[in-house]
Protein backbone atom coordinates (compact mmCIF):
# COMPACT_ATOMS: atom_id res chain seq x y z
CA UNK A 1 0.00 0.00 0.00
CA UNK A 2 1.49 3.17 -1.10
CA UNK A 3 2.19 5.92 1.78
CA UNK A 4 0.35 9.33 0.44
CA UNK A 5 2.72 11.46 2.35
CA UNK A 6 5.65 9.81 0.34
CA UNK A 7 5.87 11.90 -2.55
CA UNK A 8 5.82 9.62 -5.81
CA UNK A 9 9.49 10.00 -8.03
CA UNK A 10 7.36 11.77 -10.92
CA UNK A 11 6.50 14.80 -8.31
CA UNK A 12 9.92 14.48 -6.91
CA UNK A 13 11.17 14.31 -10.53
CA UNK A 14 8.85 17.55 -11.20
CA UNK A 15 9.38 19.35 -8.15
CA UNK A 16 13.00 19.34 -7.22
CA UNK A 17 14.79 18.30 -10.81
CA UNK A 18 15.94 21.71 -11.25
CA UNK A 19 17.14 22.18 -8.44
CA UNK A 20 19.14 18.78 -8.28
CA UNK A 21 20.30 19.38 -12.05
CA UNK A 22 21.30 23.27 -10.84
CA UNK A 23 23.35 21.39 -7.58
CA UNK A 24 25.16 19.02 -10.17
CA UNK A 25 26.13 21.97 -12.44
CA UNK A 26 27.21 24.56 -9.47
CA UNK A 27 29.35 21.62 -8.44
CA UNK A 28 30.98 20.45 -11.54
CA UNK A 29 30.74 23.25 -13.89
CA UNK A 30 30.02 20.61 -16.38
CA UNK A 31 26.62 20.77 -18.37
CA UNK A 32 26.76 17.09 -19.69
CA UNK A 33 27.84 15.82 -16.43
CA UNK A 34 25.88 17.79 -14.32
CA UNK A 35 22.84 16.01 -16.93
CA UNK A 36 24.13 12.10 -16.03
CA UNK A 37 24.22 13.32 -12.67
CA UNK A 38 20.74 14.17 -12.32
CA UNK A 39 19.18 11.43 -14.18
CA UNK A 40 21.39 9.30 -11.91
CA UNK A 41 19.97 10.84 -8.93
CA UNK A 42 16.46 10.18 -10.05
CA UNK A 43 16.84 7.02 -10.51
CA UNK A 44 18.46 6.44 -7.49
CA UNK A 45 14.91 8.22 -5.74
CA UNK A 46 12.72 5.91 -7.42
CA UNK A 47 14.64 3.07 -6.54
CA UNK A 48 15.04 4.45 -2.97
CA UNK A 49 11.32 5.73 -2.67
CA UNK A 50 9.97 2.10 -1.93
CA UNK A 51 11.70 1.78 0.97
CA UNK A 52 12.01 5.13 2.03
CA UNK A 53 10.43 5.58 5.49
CA UNK A 54 8.66 9.22 5.91
CA UNK A 55 11.02 11.45 8.06
CA UNK A 56 12.73 14.68 6.58
CA UNK A 57 12.37 14.18 2.61
CA UNK A 58 14.83 16.88 2.02
CA UNK A 59 17.37 15.27 3.44
CA UNK A 60 17.14 11.67 2.14
CA UNK A 61 16.72 13.70 -1.12
CA UNK A 62 19.66 15.82 -1.19
CA UNK A 63 22.22 12.80 0.94
CA UNK A 64 20.97 10.82 -2.20
CA UNK A 65 22.12 13.60 -4.69
CA UNK A 66 25.25 14.78 -2.86
CA UNK A 67 26.65 10.99 -2.73
CA UNK A 68 26.02 10.14 -6.38
CA UNK A 69 28.16 13.66 -6.77
CA UNK A 70 30.38 12.14 -4.70
CA UNK A 71 30.63 9.03 -6.20
CA UNK A 72 30.56 10.91 -9.49
CA UNK A 73 34.33 12.76 -8.44
CA UNK A 74 35.66 9.67 -7.39
CA UNK A 75 34.79 7.61 -10.99
CA UNK A 76 36.26 10.73 -12.85
CA UNK A 77 39.07 11.31 -10.47
CA UNK A 78 39.55 14.42 -11.72
CA UNK A 79 38.96 18.13 -10.94
CA UNK A 80 36.50 19.31 -13.33
CA UNK A 81 37.61 22.42 -14.76
CA UNK A 82 36.18 22.90 -17.96
CA UNK A 83 35.10 26.31 -19.06
CA UNK A 84 31.53 27.08 -19.95
CA UNK A 85 29.92 27.03 -23.15
CA UNK A 86 32.36 24.46 -25.21
CA UNK A 87 30.28 22.27 -27.60
CA UNK A 88 26.64 23.49 -27.14
CA UNK A 89 24.75 20.84 -29.50
CA UNK A 90 26.23 18.39 -27.18
CA UNK A 91 23.17 18.92 -25.16
CA UNK A 92 20.44 16.83 -25.79
CA UNK A 93 17.12 18.25 -26.01
CA UNK A 94 13.71 16.98 -26.57
CA UNK A 95 10.88 18.98 -25.18
CA UNK A 96 13.22 21.14 -23.50
CA UNK A 97 14.80 24.85 -24.07
CA UNK A 98 16.82 25.10 -26.82
CA UNK A 99 20.60 24.09 -26.10
CA UNK A 100 22.12 28.09 -26.78
CA UNK A 101 18.72 29.66 -24.22
CA UNK A 102 20.66 27.33 -21.50
CA UNK A 103 23.93 28.21 -22.06
CA UNK A 104 23.14 31.67 -22.25
CA UNK A 105 21.65 31.46 -19.02
CA UNK A 106 24.50 29.17 -17.54
CA UNK A 107 27.04 32.16 -18.98
CA UNK A 108 25.25 34.45 -16.87
CA UNK A 109 27.63 34.05 -13.37
CA UNK A 110 30.52 32.68 -15.32
CA UNK A 111 32.87 34.46 -13.09
CA UNK A 112 31.38 32.91 -9.70
CA UNK A 113 30.80 29.55 -11.33
CA UNK A 114 34.98 30.02 -12.05
CA UNK A 115 35.68 31.21 -8.18
CA UNK A 116 33.16 28.41 -6.99
CA UNK A 117 35.11 25.44 -8.71
CA UNK A 118 38.44 26.52 -7.00
CA UNK A 119 36.78 26.26 -3.90
CA UNK A 120 37.80 22.68 -2.05
CA UNK A 121 34.44 20.55 -2.77
CA UNK A 122 33.18 20.33 0.62
CA UNK A 123 32.91 24.21 1.05
CA UNK A 124 31.46 24.08 -2.58
CA UNK A 125 29.24 21.75 -1.71
CA UNK A 126 28.11 23.38 1.15
CA UNK A 127 27.44 26.92 -0.36
CA UNK A 128 25.73 25.76 -2.95
CA UNK A 129 23.31 23.74 -0.76
CA UNK A 130 22.87 26.99 1.45
CA UNK A 131 22.64 29.86 -1.22
CA UNK A 132 21.79 27.81 -4.93
CA UNK A 133 19.60 25.01 -3.56
CA UNK A 134 18.30 26.72 -0.28
CA UNK A 135 18.53 24.18 2.26
CA UNK A 136 18.55 25.13 5.61
CA UNK A 137 21.66 24.44 7.87
CA UNK A 138 19.98 21.22 9.38
CA UNK A 139 18.76 19.99 5.68
CA UNK A 140 22.50 20.25 4.78
CA UNK A 141 23.70 18.36 8.17
CA UNK A 142 21.18 15.99 7.41
CA UNK A 143 22.71 15.41 3.81
CA UNK A 144 26.11 15.55 4.02
CA UNK A 145 26.48 14.02 7.68
CA UNK A 146 28.04 16.25 8.92
CA UNK A 147 27.29 18.21 12.67
CA UNK A 148 25.51 21.49 12.57
CA UNK A 149 28.95 23.64 13.36
CA UNK A 150 30.77 22.10 10.54
CA UNK A 151 28.04 22.86 8.11
CA UNK A 152 28.21 26.64 9.76
CA UNK A 153 31.92 26.63 9.27
CA UNK A 154 31.73 25.42 5.84
CA UNK A 155 29.14 27.48 4.47
CA UNK A 156 31.67 30.90 5.76
CA UNK A 157 34.97 29.88 5.04
CA UNK A 158 33.35 28.40 1.85
CA UNK A 159 31.92 32.23 1.38
CA UNK A 160 34.55 34.21 2.43
CA UNK A 161 37.17 32.42 -0.31
CA UNK A 162 34.59 33.03 -2.78
CA UNK A 163 34.18 36.78 -1.96
CA UNK A 164 38.00 36.74 -1.95
CA UNK A 165 38.16 35.43 -5.40
CA UNK A 166 35.76 37.61 -6.87
CA UNK A 167 37.35 40.65 -5.90
CA UNK B 1 37.37 41.35 22.49
CA UNK B 2 35.98 38.22 21.36
CA UNK B 3 34.99 38.00 17.09
CA UNK B 4 32.21 36.41 15.59
CA UNK B 5 33.40 34.27 13.51
CA UNK B 6 31.74 31.84 11.40
CA UNK B 7 28.46 32.68 14.04
CA UNK B 8 28.45 35.77 11.41
CA UNK B 9 26.83 33.34 8.55
CA UNK B 10 24.97 31.99 10.58
CA UNK B 11 23.41 35.10 11.55
CA UNK B 12 22.67 36.04 8.09
CA UNK B 13 20.95 32.85 6.88
CA UNK B 14 18.63 33.52 10.52
CA UNK B 15 20.34 30.00 11.24
CA UNK B 16 20.91 31.73 15.22
CA UNK B 17 18.96 31.03 18.36
CA UNK B 18 17.24 34.34 19.78
CA UNK B 19 19.71 35.10 22.38
CA UNK B 20 23.12 34.67 19.91
CA UNK B 21 21.46 36.99 17.30
CA UNK B 22 20.97 39.23 19.92
CA UNK B 23 24.81 38.68 21.24
CA UNK B 24 26.12 39.16 17.33
CA UNK B 25 23.80 42.15 16.41
CA UNK B 26 25.21 44.19 19.86
CA UNK B 27 28.89 43.19 18.96
CA UNK B 28 28.58 44.42 15.28
CA UNK B 29 27.83 47.64 16.55
CA UNK B 30 31.28 47.95 17.87
CA UNK B 31 32.87 45.80 16.06
CA UNK B 32 34.46 46.90 12.65
CA UNK B 33 35.76 44.54 11.43
CA UNK B 34 33.01 42.02 12.09
CA UNK B 35 30.81 44.44 10.05
CA UNK B 36 33.59 44.19 7.17
CA UNK B 37 33.71 40.36 7.26
CA UNK B 38 30.15 40.12 7.70
CA UNK B 39 29.70 42.45 4.00
CA UNK B 40 32.12 40.13 2.35
CA UNK B 41 30.00 36.93 3.32
CA UNK B 42 26.93 38.69 2.39
CA UNK B 43 28.62 39.91 -1.46
CA UNK B 44 29.18 36.26 -1.64
CA UNK B 45 25.74 34.69 -0.85
CA UNK B 46 23.96 37.73 -3.15
CA UNK B 47 26.45 36.66 -5.73
CA UNK B 48 25.55 33.07 -5.48
CA UNK B 49 21.75 33.33 -4.76
CA UNK B 50 21.60 35.41 -8.11
CA UNK B 51 23.31 32.48 -10.00
CA UNK B 52 20.37 31.93 -12.78
CA UNK B 53 18.54 28.29 -11.79
CA UNK B 54 19.00 26.93 -15.07
CA UNK B 55 15.82 24.50 -16.64
CA UNK B 56 17.08 21.22 -17.16
CA UNK B 57 18.29 20.43 -20.45
CA UNK B 58 16.33 17.02 -21.21
CA UNK B 59 13.23 15.95 -20.21
CA UNK B 60 12.76 15.33 -16.44
CA UNK B 61 9.79 12.75 -16.37
CA UNK B 62 11.90 11.34 -19.29
CA UNK B 63 14.75 10.00 -17.16
CA UNK B 64 13.42 6.95 -15.71
CA UNK B 65 11.70 5.59 -18.43
CA UNK B 66 14.92 5.79 -20.44
CA UNK B 67 16.91 3.99 -17.61
CA UNK B 68 14.43 1.42 -17.70
CA UNK B 69 14.81 0.69 -21.12
CA UNK B 70 18.47 0.54 -20.92
CA UNK B 71 18.47 -2.56 -18.37
CA UNK B 72 14.77 -4.29 -20.19
CA UNK B 73 17.37 -4.45 -23.67
CA UNK B 74 20.50 -5.46 -21.62
CA UNK B 75 18.38 -7.76 -20.00
CA UNK B 76 17.01 -8.80 -23.56
CA UNK B 77 20.33 -9.39 -25.29
CA UNK B 78 21.42 -11.57 -22.49
CA UNK B 79 18.71 -14.08 -22.57
CA UNK B 80 19.01 -14.20 -26.21
CA UNK B 81 22.35 -15.05 -25.95
CA UNK B 82 21.29 -17.57 -23.26
CA UNK B 83 18.98 -19.12 -25.57
CA UNK B 84 21.46 -19.00 -28.50
CA UNK B 85 23.98 -20.89 -26.30
CA UNK B 86 21.56 -23.18 -25.24
CA UNK B 87 20.43 -24.35 -28.68
CA UNK B 88 23.93 -24.64 -29.65
CA UNK B 89 24.43 -26.99 -27.07
CA UNK B 90 21.29 -29.14 -27.52
CA UNK B 91 19.73 -27.89 -24.41
CA UNK B 92 16.19 -27.04 -24.41
CA UNK B 93 14.84 -24.47 -21.73
CA UNK B 94 12.11 -25.34 -19.48
CA UNK B 95 11.09 -22.82 -17.20
CA UNK B 96 9.56 -25.15 -14.44
CA UNK B 97 12.32 -27.74 -14.06
CA UNK B 98 15.01 -27.56 -11.61
CA UNK B 99 18.33 -26.56 -12.05
CA UNK B 100 19.84 -28.85 -14.19
CA UNK B 101 23.63 -28.99 -13.65
CA UNK B 102 24.67 -30.70 -17.28
CA UNK B 103 28.63 -31.50 -18.01
CA UNK B 104 28.69 -30.20 -21.74
CA UNK B 105 32.56 -32.21 -22.17
CA UNK B 106 30.98 -35.03 -24.28
CA UNK B 107 29.45 -32.70 -26.66
CA UNK B 108 31.58 -29.77 -26.66
CA UNK B 109 35.10 -32.00 -27.10
CA UNK B 110 38.20 -30.02 -25.40
CA UNK B 111 36.30 -27.86 -22.93
CA UNK B 112 33.88 -28.89 -20.01
CA UNK B 113 31.32 -26.14 -19.77
CA UNK B 114 28.87 -26.41 -16.61
CA UNK B 115 25.82 -24.93 -17.65
CA UNK B 116 23.68 -24.17 -14.37
CA UNK B 117 20.07 -22.68 -15.45
CA UNK B 118 18.43 -20.82 -12.84
CA UNK B 119 14.27 -20.72 -13.69
CA UNK B 120 13.59 -18.91 -10.81
CA UNK B 121 15.33 -16.07 -11.88
CA UNK B 122 14.08 -13.27 -13.91
CA UNK B 123 15.63 -13.43 -16.75
CA UNK B 124 16.99 -16.82 -16.92
CA UNK B 125 20.13 -16.58 -15.74
CA UNK B 126 23.24 -18.73 -17.32
CA UNK B 127 26.01 -19.23 -15.09
CA UNK B 128 28.88 -21.12 -17.32
CA UNK B 129 32.30 -22.29 -16.12
CA UNK B 130 34.55 -22.81 -19.26
CA UNK B 131 37.99 -24.64 -17.93
CA UNK B 132 40.75 -26.40 -20.96
Not at chain 1, 16 to 33: M, Q, V
Not at chain 1, 80 to 107: N, Y
Not at chain 1, 144 to 152: A, F
Request: aromatic residues 4%.
Amino acid sequence: MTDPTVPSWEEVARRHGRKIYNFAYRLTGDPDEAADLSQEVLLRVRKGLAGYTPGSFEGWLWRITRNAFLDDVRRRQRRPTSPLGDQPDRISVGASPAPDEVLASLRLGEDVQQALLDLPVEFREAVVLCDVVGLAYQEISEATGVPLGTVRSRIHRGRRMLRERLS
Amino acid sequence: MIHTGDRLSAFLDGELPAEREEEVRVHLTVCPACREELAEVQEARSALRSLPLTEVPFPVDDVVVRGAQRRRSRVRALAAAVTAAAVMAGIVLASDEPPPQLDLAEIAGQHTARVALDPAASPVRLVVAVTE
